[in-house]
């Protein structure tokens, strides 16, 4: 297996809801990443997780919570989200520094 | 810390002809640099990568130079075709720093 899955593909919340992004691979790669795309801008990276433990926060605000439970599996938690938070959220996933392969994206809509 | 131009922003080429990004970074210590292709809607793809041991690459149609004195390295496109219309991204790592990206458009 070859990709990295995503769900869900879009979501739309509340300001004041909490939900959960998913993300999969089954490549045996140790190395997880959050990135957050906004239109015609490069996808600017929020965590980065190696061996299961956040090694990068890239100074992400904390309505962002990151959780990796297992080598294959890693979430972002979303909570009290602002509408400028709208955007296409990017996992990847990588041998450690090594190519990194994405999934296909949640397009978020916070109204 | 790491910063990576690329250039152009735009880039239209006549169907056939090649197109050529470039990009530099700061980094002495970088040594990876990967392209990635995205079409709207959908998620950067790998399409070439090079290593700093390594002068150039080359994939078919596509193919990547690594100048490291001068730190910089360019995506070379031959032959286009209008598939090959997307934004192209590059970067360097180890941990990715991204190029501003450039919007290729194949003129028919």
């Known amino acids: 297996d070859t990709e990295v899955t995503q769900t869900p593909k879009h979501l739309v919340m509340g300001m004041t809801n909490k939900k959960s992004l998913k993300c999969e691979q089954h490549m045996g790669h140790r190395a997880m990443y959050w990135y957050k795309q906004k239109a015609k801008k490069p996808p600017e990276l929020m965590f980065v997780y190696s061996y299961e433990k956040l090694s990068i926060n890239e100074s992400v605000p904390s309505r962002f919570s990151p959780e990796c439970p297992n080598s294959s599996l890693l979430n972002l938690h979303l909570h009290a989200l602002q509408p400028e938070d709208s955007a296409l959220y990017l996992c990847a996933s990588s041998k450690v520094a090594d190519t990194q392969y994405f999934g296909p994206g949640t397009r978020l809509t916070v109204l | 810390g790491e910063n990576v131009e690329q250039h152009p922003s735009t880039l239209s080429v006549q169907e056939g002809d090649s197109a050529v990004i470039k990009c530099t970074y700061s980094?002495?210590?970088?040594?990876?640099f990967p392209w990635y292709k995205q079409e709207l809607g959908k998620r950067p793809q790998l399409i070439i990568d090079i290593r700093s041991n390594v002068g150039e690459k080359k994939d078919q149609r596509i193919a990547v130079t690594l100048n490291k004195t001068a730190k910089h390295f360019s995506l070379h496109i031959t032959e286009t075709q209008p598939e090959d219309s997307a934004v192209y991204f590059c970067a360097a790592s180890p941990v990715l720093i991204w190029g501003a990206g450039t919007k290729l458009i194949i003129k028919p």
């Open positions: 980094d002495s210590a970088s040594n990876y």
